[in-house]
């Protein structure tokens, strides 16, 4: 989420107007962040969703990944995004001037409907790097997850302009886990539909991976990373994220 925050800095300092929706224990987190921003009088929105954790079966607090108790309720905070989707599409409509461009990360695949019925551009913001994504999609393409069965192995990735060895134990497996096979369909489609892919990465960092990622997706992809160098202040930095730092901002500065 801070990676996206700093994407809506970086677009509203060049003139485009904002919106930034996210949850209310979301919004939380990061209220430093919004605070600077309302300071500097940037053009950008901020818009909470109430968080249906009770609709989807979560208990009582549980609005966010790193407050679910158990792994049996992954699917089950998978579920609740997917019911934002009419309260997103609800805000969107009521925005003036209406939207031209939706900017939403990979695992929000569910706002594809929502960009297709307002007739609004779609663009996927990815946080890793090319060579993870790539990677992640040729072992899955290939089927190496099947046909792999002890995870100690080393295979080789396909499709990579060199040769990368990795055991399927240390492979990206989030689209490989059970019970995920719809989630892991609706990703693929959300990429491969969408009008553009935004990455937090650099050209010097992975050359031949950003070409290779380029070339496997089929469409713009646009390098605007890294991101976390985009805020400078220090004392802005210390705060970002859920918990504050663990060395004291004036030791640091003393």
């Known amino acids: 989420m801070i990676p996206m925050i700093d994407m809506a800095r970086l677009l509203a300092e060049r003139g485009v107007r904002v919106t930034f929706i996210t949850t209310a224990v979301n919004a939380s987190r990061i209220t430093p962040i919004i605070d600077r921003v309302h300071q500097s009088h940037l053009p950008i929105n901020f818009i ?25 309720l992954y699917k089950n905070f998978f579920d609740a995004l997917y019911l934002l989707r009419n309260p997103l599409e609800q805000h969107l409509k009521d925005l003036n001037p209406r939207p ?49 069965t002890d995870d100690a192995e080393e295979v ?12 399927i134990m240390h492979a990206p ?40 990622y380029k070339k496997m997706v089929g469409k713009d992809v646009w390098i605007i990373g890294p991101l976390c160098l985009y805020d400078k202040d220090f004392r802005s930095r210390i705060v970002r994220g859920n918990k504050l730092a663990a060395v004291d901002q004036d030791r640091m500065l003393s």
């Open 48 to 72: 909470e969703l109430p968080f249906p954790a009770a609709e989807a079966g979560l208990p009582e607090g549980c609005k966010n990944w790193d407050l679910i108790p158990s792994k049996e």
């Open 156 to 167: 080789i990735v396909p499709d990579l302009p060199t040769t990368v060895r990795v055991s």
């Open 173 to 212: 497996r989030w689209l490989n886990v059970p019970g995920f096979k719809q989630l892991r369909d609706e990703v693929l489609h959300a990429e491969e539909t969408a009008d553009g892919v935004v990455m937090n990465t650099f050209d010097d960092l992975e050359p031949m991976f950003v070409e290779a």
């Open 100 to 148: 031209t461009c939706m900017i939403n990360d990979m695992f929000n695949a569910w706002t594809t409907n929502v960009a297709k019925a307002l007739n609004i551009r779609r663009l996927v913001f990815h946080g890793p790097s090319c060579i993870y994504l790539f990677c992640t999609y040729a072992l899955q393409k290939h089927n190496i997850y099947e046909k792999v």
